[in-house]
């Protein structure tokens, strides 16, 4: 089928968000967000790029935040040059990020109750929730991105450095020059992005009339959200405050791969008929992906198995996350990914091994050890050949359902190769893979915290 332009646009403009790219970049901040809107600009300009999304620019340096010295939570503004139309684009998960693991995307067994407070306290929010509850995780991330500031501190997430405008500082000056005729906001992100966005755009629907716009007519203003890959962000209550409670109405176009893992998070019940649910995730791949013996699937089953703990834990609390109404659902293809890619796939199990083998990581290992079944005291590192092989190809089946199949979907035949647009295939997945260990390392400490001890909540500690 055909994909409109302003889908394409938006799933363009949420890769161009991604930090990913950012994190590969060397210097400060304000010289890293000088070298992404240079990119940006560059990009946006070529012919084929032209082609696939109209003509758009970028008049601003994205704003970013540094934490531990790894770029994450980008937010990125976009003009279109001949339709009066905005674009905040915002990042996904740094993959080499504890922060955005284990705090913005795993938090979410406790949620934050959703007011115009959210944006300021983000995770420490209190009062009424009346209007829904939001991921921990989300309402954190959300807070970042509402109030970062141009600046050069690398070593915070707080806000510090120059104390140039924020986001919505920005965004207030765009509307103030452009609301004289109707202008539609867009939001957008992918993966993370795909949570934060949608929360992003009720959030600036709920507070845009307490704005100063020296009297610009908010009638002329429409706001859409376009997430991609999202997990769920919030429960029941917040997505009936969104399309029916909210004073001002935002409109919700998300697009999910079925084979993709993070939308099936974080519902539990198919209430939607739409087959989005935890429970699916061990087997999403079962038709590519084989076991010798069932017992090698432990350490995809026991990270699913704390995945569901967490969702059940914010059901018990009365909290049921519910995906969006009238999502596009595509379905990325499933293939055997070859005899080349397996063999990269086994060499990305003996860098894991080698690592597992130094004697500071005898923690991890003996954890590996537990999920797998296996005697810690008595086992080598190379009985975890089979179970680490499988983890290894569900994890490159998951990198290449949840970032390249959305691209080969929805920018279809285009033959745009720009470093934001371009096909990852699965070997240069594993290269990104390789870089993000100790991520890796920190995800089975917690999974087997969590399976050893499931009467308690193992929820990721605060970084």
């Not at 405008?165 to 509307?175: A, C, I, N, V």
């Not at 020059?177 to 992100?189: C, M």
């Not at 993966?191 to 929360?199: K, N, Q, R, Y």
């Not at 198995?305 to 990325?332: C, P, T």
């Given at each position: ?16 968000a ?25 990009s946006l300009?070529?012919k ?13 340096e ?6 531990n ?57 209190t ?19 509402w ?17 140039s ?11 103030k ?13 992918h ?9 992003m755009a009720?959030?600036?629907a ?18 859409k959200?376009?997430p ?10 917040f997505?009936?405050y969104?399309?029916?409670k ?40 079962s ?5 010798n ?42 293939s055997d ?15 894991i ?12 290992r ?9 005697n ?44 934001w ?6 070997i ?6 390789e870089?993000g ?6 995800l089975f400490l917690?999974?087997?915290?969590y399976?050893?001890?499931?009467e ?8």
């Open positions: 089928m055909g994909y409109s332009k302003t889908r394409k646009a938006m799933l363009a403009f949420s890769m161009m991604d930090t990913e790219e950012a994190k590969n970049l060397d210097g400060g901040r304000t010289e890293i967000q000088e070298k992404i809107l240079e990119s940006y600009k560059k300009q070529e084929e790029t032209k082609d696939l999304i109209g003509n758009w620019d970028c008049n601003h994205p704003w970013l935040t540094i934490y010295d790894l770029e994450q939570n980008l937010t990125a503004f976009f003009e279109h040059q001949e339709e009066n139309e905005i674009v905040i684009a915002v990042a996904g998960t740094n993959f080499t990020s504890h922060f955005d693991w284990f705090v913005e995307d795993l938090e979410v067994s406790t949620l934050i109750p959703w007011n115009k407070d959210i944006v300021n306290f983000g995770d420490k929010n009062g009424s929730g009346e209007n829904g509850y939001v991921s921990k995780g989300t309402a954190r991330a959300l807070s970042i991105s109030t970062q500031a141009i600046g050069d501190d690398n070593n915070s997430d707080e806000k510090k450095g120059d104390p405008e924020t986001p919505m500082e920005y965004l207030q000056t765009l509307l020059s452009k609301l004289s005729e109707p202008l539609t906001l867009y939001v957008t992100g993966s993370l992005g795909g949570a934060i966005s949608p929360a009720q959030a600036i709920d507070h845009v009339g307490d704005w100063d716009l020296d009297g610009a007519n908010l009638d002329n203003l429409t706001i959200t376009y991609f890959a999202g997990p769920t962000p919030g429960d029941d209550t997505l009936n969104v399309y029916e909210a004073e001002r109405k935002i409109e919700v176009h998300s697009t999910v791969n079925r084979n993709d893992v993070v939308p099936h998070a974080w519902q539990l019940v198919d209430e939607t008929l739409n087959g989005f649910t935890i429970e699916n995730i061990s087997s999403l791949y038709s590519v992906l084989t076991a013996k069932e017992e090698d699937k432990r350490i995809v089953e026991a990270t699913v198995q704390m995945l569901l703990g967490f969702s059940e834990h914010a059901k018990s609390n009365n909290h049921i996350y519910k995906r969006w109404k009238d999502e596009l659902i595509v379905e990325g293809e499933l990914f070859g005899d080349k890619v397996t063999v990269e796939i086994g060499a990305f199990n003996g860098v091994q080698a690592h597992l083998s130094l004697p500071a990581n005898k923690n991890v003996d954890a590996l050890f537990q999920i797998a079944g296996l810690k005291e008595n086992s080598k590192v190379m009985e975890l050949t089979p179970y680490l092989q499988y983890f290894c190809t569900f994890l490159v089946h998951l990198a290449n359902q949840h970032i390249s199949a959305y691209k080969e979907i929805i920018f279809e035949d285009s033959e745009n190769n720009n470093t647009f371009k096909i990852i295939d699965p240069a997945i594993i290269k990104k893979l870089t260990l100790s991520v890796l390392d920190t917690k999974v087997n915290e399976n050893s001890n499931k308690k909540l193992g929820q990721p500690k605060e970084q």
